[in-house]
């Protein structure tokens, strides 16, 4: 929770600096949005699948926290393109075992096939 917290707070930082500075807005959301909102969505997916092991014990999954990963991640995959790869990977396999999780099977085969 703390790191989802942490992660939280430096997206909404980003998002305040690139509406403040619209005039450096590319270096920024190049720059900066790749690592936060990487982070971001990680830990919210990371949380889901701890609470999703926990749901063997009677505790609900955190199906939000995939739905707010999710649209993390298509909204940086919209934005980002092939200048690095290794970032673009990982952000496809992200995506893609989010929407795996939530069934959305046809989704994740769309991204993935050419």
Do not use: W
Request: aromatic residues 8%.
């Amino acid at each position: 929770e703390a790191a989802i917290d942490c992660n939280r707070r430096n997206y909404e930082k980003l998002l305040l600096n690139i509406n403040e500075y619209p005039e450096v807005k590319p270096v920024l959301k190049r720059n900066l949005s790749v690592g936060v909102v990487l982070n971001y969505a990680q830990s919210l997916y990371e949380a889901f699948q701890a609470s999703a092991q926990k749901s063997d014990v009677g505790n609900d999954p955190l199906f939000h926290y995939l739905e707010e990963a999710e649209r993390l991640m298509e909204e940086d995959a919209r934005e980002s393109n092939l200048e690095n790869i290794g970032i673009y990977a990982d952000n496809t396999v992200l995506l893609c075992n989010i929407l795996m999780y939530q069934r959305k099977f046809a989704e994740a085969k769309q991204i993935l096939t050419p």
